[in-house]
């Protein structure tokens, strides 16, 4: 009989990412106030105790029940093995490490499982919220089992992002804007967008696939996009897992926002 080549049904990998965030971010919980070891890499940016006991137990859970899945994490030298594999787990064991360590809530466990450059499934844990997003491709995006809507009130806006990209706004668009702050949380801040708090983001140049993979996708289940400057929709799980200049945005803002990100795009090159 040949061996199939069939792969776990969606609802089944689903399932499996979710369970592992779960833990993962009761993992991370216990490190949460708690001062844990931290230590600075190449590009200045903090990796923690609890970042690298969270990529372990994620990589030895994930990868025992999905042994044909490559892996993609922040924490995980990147191997090129990935690129043959059909899946690919992205992951972040904890999105937004400085606000983790300093004591604010908006932190994630992030997994996503990709194929050929779009996410299928994704899951983000946030256990100091008590939230838990979730996505499968065609099938809706969920926070704690509630269905997201994506919103339309175009009276009163919230766009986050870098200064220099919100000071592009068009004059209409920055009169209305009353977003005020910073959500350290890349994938959190494109949920947000996903859930209708937000109704869009720039993002600066350099972010990651494992920033991004599974927020994307609940995203894109709400009728949003995540987009490069050339207008096409981002792809991860390729070669290069890094980005510049993104938008993340609700459908009907993207003709407004669009021509901002190219004009720093622009600047860049």
Avoid at 59 to 85: F, I, M, Q, V
Avoid at 221 to 241: C, K, M, S
């Amino acid at each position: 009989m040949p061996v199939s080549d069939a792969l776990p049904a969606l609802a089944d990998d689903l399932a499996l990412i979710r369970e592992a965030a779960a833990e993962g971010g009761r993992i991370a919980l216990a490190h949460f106030g708690s001062d844990p070891d931290v230590w600075s890499k190449e590009n200045d940016s903090p990796v923690s105790e609890a970042d690298l006991e969270v990529d372990h137990f994620l990589r030895t859970t994930l990868l025992a029940a999905r042994p044909d899945y490559g892996w993609l994490s922040e924490e995980t030298e990147d191997d090129p093995a990935r690129l043959s594999k059909r899946r690919c787990f992205v992951v972040d064991p904890i999105d937004g490490t400085r606000a983790f360590l300093a004591g604010k809530t908006t932190w994630c466990v992030s997994i996503a499982i990709v194929e050929g450059g779009v996410p299928l499934t994704g899951v983000l844990d946030c256990p100091a919220l008590d939230e838990m997003f979730e996505a499968t491709a065609g099938q809706g995006a969920f926070r704690n089992g509630t269905r997201l809507r994506d919103r339309r009130d175009t009276d009163k806006l919230s766009i986050a992002g870098p200064a220099n990209l919100v000071r592009g706004l068009p004059p209409h668009l920055a009169e209305a804007n009353g977003f005020q702050g910073h959500i350290p949380s890349l994938a959190y801040r494109i949920a947000m967008v996903a859930d209708g708090r937000l109704d869009a983001t720039f993002i600066k140049p350099n972010a990651h696939d494992w920033d991004i993979a599974a927020a994307m996708l609940l995203l894109t289940e709400t009728d949003g996009r995540l987009l490069q400057p050339d207008g096409d929709d981002v792809r991860v799980g390729q070669p290069a897992p890094k980005h510049g200049p993104l938008l993340a945005s609700q459908a009907h803002l993207i003709g407004d926002l669009l021509p901002v990100l190219q004009a720093v795009a622009h600047k860049r090159s």
